[in-house]
Structures are given as structure tokens and as C-alpha cells.
């Protein structure tokens, strides 16, 4: 049996306007419209290219989006106000920092300082205990959006074996999550799983993460059943991908 490989951007146009319906009915209620604020270090070329589109779409359905770019040399304490200054105002309903940064600057310290009622991108340890625990939260935004792909297509998975590749804070370890809650029966393989194949060619479902995109080409597909990869790559003839 063929692996059924989901893609996502057939279903963007959908989505966006339900969200679009959405936000109209909130700016009916509030009087407001939603703010998000992008914060970049540096130079980053997938995370600008993110950061694009993440722009695009926020104009495309009604928020009012911006970017706030900030040096690659930024210090510890300038990003820290910024984040804290981003926390306290109220035109402000969203944040997102974008990864990677700059070595010298540390996710732990973005992930304790942005309020948790604003960390839309669900990094805050507030968001993951939240999402351990089942409760409601903001969620890691590529992992939810395997599980909307997934439930948009009716892919069964209570009892379903899914493997995910990758043990990533953004896209594995909450995904798994995710899954365990609609009770699939979850194998996360990494860099240093042993016969990754054994795992893989057995899924039901499979997600590749980041993971490079020749993978099927390897042999390790699933042998049947759906399969789905994560994130921006730069492709051979130039250009990004995602």
C-alpha cells in the first residue's frame, strides 16, 4: 500500500477564512483589533522567511501584525525589556519570538519572561505544564497544525501506531502529546534511534519534522498510511520550501 502523504496548503484557504470570520466577530465585540508582534535577532533566512508569511496571513485575515527586528549583537537584557514591555501592552494580544537566536541569547530566558497569556507560540513552561497535564493552552503552532491536518482529514488515530521524527520542544515532544490525548499510540525516533526503519515502516501515521527531504527516497517510509514533514528547507535549485 502507497503512503498517503497530507498536505497542508490545500487547506489554507479554508482555514483562513474561518479565521477571518473569526476575528470580525471579535472586533464586533471588543471594539479592537488583534495585535501580534513578531520578534526577530538577527538574520536568520528561514526565520525571515517564517516571519513573511506569518505577516502575510495576519494582514490577509485582520490582525494587525508587526515585526520587530532587533541586531544580532541585541543583549540579554535589551531583549528582556522589549519582551517585557510587549507583556504590558494592551494593544498587543500576541507574541512570537523567533528561533534560532543568536547564540549568546538564551530560549529559557524568552520562555520565562513572555506572559503566558500572550505566548501564542505555547514556549512558556506555564504552556507546556499546561499541555502535559491536558489543560487548555496556547500550543505550539506546527505541532497543532499536524493535528488540525490531521483532524481536517479524518485520519483515524485512536489505537493508530504514529511515529514522529524528531524530539524537538516546538514540533516532537508536543506533538506526542497532542497524539497521546486522542489516544494514538505514540513512538518518537530521534538521531540516535537504532533500525529507525523498523519504527518508521511500521507507522500508521508518520511525521518527519524537520527532517531532511529525501527521507521516502531512503527507504524508511511507511509502508502504508499517511505521512507528513515540518518546517522550511532550502531547495536544490534555490529558494525555500515548507
Not at 30 to 46: E, H, Q, S
Not at 50 to 63: C, D, F, P, S, T
Not at 146 to 161: C, D, F, H, P, S
Request: charged share 20%; with cysteine; net charge positive.
Amino acid at each position: 500500500m502507497t503512503a498517503l502523504i497530507l498536505d497542508g496548503r490545500a487547506m489554507g484557504a479554508e482555514i483562513k477564512a474561518e479565521l477571518r470570520e473569526e476575528i470580525h466577530r471579535y472586533q464586533q465585540v471588543t471594539g479592537r483589533v488583534p495585535g501580534l508582534v513578531i520578534v526577530r535577532v538577527g538574520g536568520d533566512a528561514a526565520s525571515g522567511m517564517y516571519g513573511k508569511a506569518i505577516l502575510r496571513v495576519a494582514k490577509e485575515v485582520g490582525i494587525d501584525a508587526r515585526l520587530e527586528q532587533l541586531p544580532i549583537l541585541t543583549s540579554v537584557d535589551e531583549l528582556r525589556s522589549l519582551l517585557m514591555h510587549l507583556n504590558n501592552d494592551e494593544a498587543t494580544q500576541g507574541i512570537i519570538v523567533q528561533m534560532p537566536l543568536p547564540a549568546h541569547l538564551s530560549q529559557n530566558m524568552v520562555a520565562d519572561t513572555v506572559s503566558a497569556s500572550k505566548d501564542i507560540d505555547g514556549i512558556s513552561p506555564r504552556s507546556a505544564g499546561n499541555l502535559f497535564l491536558g489543560l487548555p493552552s496556547f500550543l505550539p503552532s506546527t505541532a497543532a497544525a499536524v493535528m488540525e491536518i490531521l483532524a481536517r482529514t479524518q485520519t483515524a488515530l485512536v489505537g493508530k501506531r504514529v511515529v514522529i521524527l524528531g524530539r524537538s520542544n516546538v514540533v516532537g515532544k508536543p506533538l506526542s502529546m497532542m497524539l497521546l490525548q486522542k489516544n494514538a499510540t505514540v513512538t518518537i525516533c530521534h538521531s540516535r534511534t537504532v533500525e529507525l526503519t523498523r519504527f518508521t515502516r511500521a507507522a500508521d501515521v508518520l511525521n518527519r519534522g524537520g527532517w531532511p527531504g529525501k527521507f521516502d527516497q531512503g527507504g524508511y517510509g511507511t509502508s502504508g498510511g499517511s505521512s507528513h514533514r515540518c518546517g522550511y528547507q532550502y531547495g536544490a535549485r534555490g529558494g525555500y520550501s515548507g
